[in-house]
Nanobody
Framework: QVQLVESGGGLVQPGGSLRLSCAAS????????MGWYRQAPGKQRELVAR???????NYGESVKGRFTISRDNGKNTVFLQMNSLKPEDTAVYYC????????????WGQGTQVTVSS
């Protein structure tokens, strides 16, 4: 059974930082493109960042230069370092795993809340 467990969310002031983690189990982690998505109330889920098995990242436009995605294949974990946080970054952040050879193998975590507010 595949599990993606996010952690690290919380309340932070504007300009602050948070680091999200997503621990994966039940899959061959090194074969999966890992991603972070977010969904704010009343809005569609959107891409925050993804990282391929080759370690090549890509980012949503709104977070470029502020967020950094990384992965540790030895620990089956993907990270999202979020700096210079803004109130508009407030959302539930979801971890995603998609097999790069078979996109039908696609899994989601339960989400972690990030709130940016003074």
């Amino acid at each position: 059974q595949v599990q993606l467990v996010e952690s690290g969310g919380g309340l932070v002031q504007p300009g602050g930082s948070l680091r999200l983690s997503c621990a994966a189990s039940g899959l061959l982690f090194r074969f999966y493109r890992m991603g972070w998505y977010r969904q704010a109330p009343g809005k569609q889920r959107e891409l925050v960042a993804r990282i391929r098995t080759s370690n090549s990242p890509n980012y949503g436009e709104s977070v470029k230069g502020r967020f950094t995605i990384s992965r540790d294949n030895g620990k089956n974990t993907v990270f999202l370092q979020m700096n210079s946080l803004k109130p508009e970054d407030t959302a539930v952040y979801y971890c995603n795993a998609e097999n790069e050879l078979s996109a039908s193998l696609n899994y989601w975590g339960q989400g972690t809340q990030v709130t940016v507010s003074s």
